[in-house]
């Protein structure tokens, strides 16, 4: 399972590296379009522990939010 979860990723960073440098209207579309449909396919086809640490983070991010500690020591 981590080989196409590579490949996946591999392809999501480079068709937003294409759609961040190109200049073109539709190959941007199609660029984003490639590049959220490969982190789709990524998250499926990543291990469980990686399933769960995507969703542990935004919910410990809530609980250690860290410049809400620096703003009550100001």
Same mark, same amino acid.
């Given at each position: 399972?981590? &080989? ?9 960073? +480079?068709? $937003?590296?294409?759609? @961040?440098?190109? %200049?073109?209207? !539709?190959?941007?579309?199609? &660029? ?9 396919? +990524?998250? $499926?086809?990543?291990? @469980?522990?990686? %399933?769960?640490? !995507? ?20």
């Amino acid at each position: 399972m981590l &080989a196409p979860l590579l490949v996946n990723l591999a392809i999501a960073f +480079s068709a $937003i590296y294409l759609a @961040l440098y190109t %200049k073109e209207e !539709i190959v941007r579309i199609i &660029a984003i379009s490639i590049a959220t449909v490969s982190v789709v396919l +990524s998250v $499926i086809f990543a291990p @469980l522990l990686i %399933k769960l640490l !995507i969703i542990a983070i935004p919910l410990l991010y809530e609980k250690l939010n860290f410049s809400k500690i620096a703003e009550s020591e100001v």
